[in-house]
């Protein structure tokens, strides 16, 4: 057999390369650059290649940002030279799954062609190129800052947010800084880059597209062919799944072939929440004569609708897996590195395993960023973690012309042929923000009746998805109502974008929208203490310190971070209480949201959260930060993302107990509602007790005791729900700037323990929201529970993971409580 041969031109692989600076604004100090290169990593990119030589600092330290923007400014080459031997085959390509972005290749001083879109793979003819010893491939990456300026210059300006042009170069947008991340415009090969030999017949792509039809699974599997000239043997193509093998032979020259297989009494693939993930192997074969190609992968068998059709309350949004709706429980995901190539199948686990142990069931891959590494879906396919997939269109308008058009098209069909096998991808999505822009951002004057992405989202995008991935549905955008005669963020319509809460109001102001679902809403905090001042170096730290606002990327974000602390909190005396205070803001605003919502259930179908995680150490809206630490925020996201929930709401006929169920099992449970003091004591004033019963999937409003809902003092009493389940929840009348607690209200002992210390608190009176930081004692130290709120005579024990115990009492700012703000 003469199978297709794959040589790697990766680092791993053995093939060494450099990396030397063309032309650009290229500091003094760092001139060299110019004339000798540098080693490089193959996938890499500039930034990790000069930091990794030393020729340049961590660019996420201090304003070390600013000071290497001349690297997006610069050209760059990148070389190496191989030896080649000969296998016999008729033809041989190059094949580069990623070049970030206007490139260049050339090989022995040929030019194979020029790139322009870093989301795309090319492959280029090299057969007769080639030669036994010393070959010679060069890649020569134009700036990219230079780049998407120019581009923008000769097409037309259309409208953007932030401050380079993105939307006129097919690159990661927030590679060029956004309201979270840094500027820090990459060049380089960043994904495999490989020569390949073969005659004959080969494999192109595989879409395994799996389904149902009752008990039996389905898969239709789409081959595309690829031949090489004056070839004329016909193929066989073998499709293996489940114990089932299928084989089809096609006449030479057939661009593709499609062979159905049915498994039978296969098992279902759940989202996590609603079954069990089990992931069929697949294996697809082509063999003509002598020449062989094949292809692994894995499929899910579900099915996935999307119901968007009006109804008495204007527009749902319901995605159903298997006809089963899913209530959404999710969150905004952006690339984990704002290096991207440093990123691995072990960071990304970790990263979604964040979205799994909050009880989330969704990610969705916003639109600014990338298309993920396969890694990222495998994973989210063996933990249950649905996939909302963006196209890479975010808050701008995008010319529908030449040489942009062509472009999308090419990598929308690479994009969707890649990841439509995935049992986890749920949904795409045109755009993020693009028709609300376009609507409501003043874009239309500017643009003076130009194309501005339209086509893209309601004509080029779901035909694609049409074609090559019928199983997927498709959405034009987020936010969007799904008609074109309703405003795209309406919130009785589709999916909405909560943005006037953080940016102009105060988060109470969640409880006046009744949204169908909501696809983007959050509020900013900083990152943990030791991942902050690893990077942010000013003396005396200040909120408004200049490295300080070097890592706070939002327009007036420190600002609106002190603004939005309205009667909630009182204003922070020092920096520590400033770090303690926003993060606790930022934890409560969310978590104030997501109960709201919940309480709204079946109106409201679910809510993703803007964001998981950050890509580099910054003050932002993430619930992990940049190093990997889970905030207050993380915590909040946990316990309001639990399979049930209970909270207090109020409705116009005074205050309710909301319990949402979203599971299998009827809720039963006898529930204890109290009014109680918080002094010392915690003297229960009122209580009433009753017996909850809440169906499967469903949500259920008890009305609160008379006697527990009227306080006699409020800004000394609260209510306590306690369900004998041990879920809980709690109402206060005031805010926390007129509610009296107690100044000693707890007690804390530490317990040496295998791998750590346990920090067990004793509350004497009403402890408000308990949280201990110990990566301030050990960066590495981790704390498995945060903001958890005792009556008096109750105990919880946090549990630490570290090298070794502290030394001493605890207390602040270790150990802080809401508390401790207030007196």
Known sequence: MNPVNAVPLTTQGGTAWTVRAVEGPVPDRNSALLAAPVPATVPGEVHTDLLAAGVIPDPFDGDNEGRLAWIGKTSWSYRTVFDWESDGQAVQELVAEGLDTAARVTLNGTELGRTWNQHRTYRFGVTGLLVAERNELVIEFASPVDTAKRLSEESGLWPHTNLHPYNAIRKMASNFGWDWGPDVATAGIWRPIRIESWTGVRIDSVRPLAGLDRDRGVLDTKVALAWSDGFSADATVTVDVGGTSTEMTVAAGTPEVGVTSTVDAVERWWPRGYGDQPLYDVSVAVQAGAQTDDWQGRVGFRTITMNVAPDKDGGPFVLSVNDRPVYVRGANWIPDDAFVTRLNRETYERGIRDAVDASMNLLRVWGGGIYESDDFYDVCDELGILVWQDFLFACAAYSEEEPLRSEVEAEARQAVTRLSQHASL?????????????????????????????????????????????????????????????????????????????????????????????????????????????????????????????????YEGNLKLERGLGEHLPMWKNINDWHWTTQLNQARAVAYGIEH???????????????????????????????????????????VYADRLLTVQPREDGLVVAAHNDTDITWTTEVTVARRGTAVGGEVLASETFALEVPARSNVLNSLPASVAAAGDPSAEYVEVRAADG?????????????????????????????GYDVTVTARALAKDLALFPDRLEPAARVDSCLITLSAGESHTFHVTCASPPAGDLGVPVLRSANDLLT
Do not use: C
């Open 426 to 554: 749920a949904l795409w999505n045109g755009n993020n923000e693009n028709i609300w822009g376009y609507v409501e951002w003043g874009w239309r004057a500017p643009l003076g009746g130009r194309t501005w992405g339209e086509w893209y989202y309601m004509d080029l995008l779901p035909s694609i998805v049409a074609e090559l991935d019928p199983r997927t549905p498709y959405s034009a955008g987020s936010p969007f109502s799904y008609d074109r005669y309703i405003h795209p963020n309406d919130e009785r319509n589709g999916t909405m974008h909560i943005w006037d809460v953080w940016n102009a109001v105060d988060y109470s102001t969640y409880r006046s929208y009744k949204p169908r679902f909501v696809s983007e809403f959050g509020f900013q905090g900083p990152p943990a203490w030791s991942t902050l001042t690893s990077v942010v170096h000013d003396e005396p730290l200040d909120p408004y310190g200049e490295q300080m606002l070097v890592h706070q990327k939002a």
């Open 597 to 639: 919502f919940r309480s709204l259930f079946p109106l409201n179908t679910g809510a993703i959260v803007w964001q998981l995680n950050d890509n580099w150490p910054v003050i932002s809206w993430a619930a992990v930060d940049g190093h990997g630490v889970r905030k207050p925020l993380w915590f909040a996201l946990r316990r």
């Open 727 to 755: 879920s809980s929840a709690y109402w206060y009348f005031v805010e926390d700037t007129a509610l009296r607690l107690a100044g000693d209200a707890y007690t804390a002992e530490v317990t040496a323990t295998d791998g």
